[in-house]
């Protein structure tokens, strides 16, 4: 039910995109303690963006999931920001994150809903 976005202006090369996917499912998993088998990352690189005026390295996160709790946001967002450092050189001050707490009834799997 945790789903992912991460959206960045960079170029990852080769298998590095699905690699930042596969890392970012683990500490999503890990993160919100909820089995990796629900988690969806979605991966965008090289898109179009702007951050401050320039188009220095940045990136926009969603992370959505049903009964994300406040608290543990600030942790979340520092590994969040950890990874980008380590994958793709992107300064935390050039990331913005989205946390979305999502309704169980406006969830929907598996042909119904939460």
């Not at 089995?35 to 991966?43: D, G, L, T």
């Not at 950890?82 to 969830?107: C, H, N, T």
Request: glycine letters at 6%; hydrophobic letters at 45%.
């Amino acid at each position: 039910m945790p789903f992912l976005r991460i959206q960045t202006n960079t170029v990852l090369a080769g298998e590095q995109a699905s690699e930042v996917a596969a890392r970012a499912s683990a500490l999503v998993s890990e993160q919100l303690g909820k089995p990796e088998r629900y988690v969806m990352v979605s991966v965008e690189h090289n898109a179009a963006m702007q951050f401050a005026g320039n188009d220095a390295p940045l990136a926009y996160l969603e992370l959505k999931s049903i009964g994300l709790p406040e608290s543990i946001t600030a942790d979340t967002s520092r590994a969040l920001c950890q990874l980008l450092v380590e994958a793709a050189g992107i300064d935390p001050e050039r990331v913005y994150i989205e946390f979305s707490d999502a309704p169980r009834k406006m969830w929907g799997w598996n042909s119904s809903t939460f």
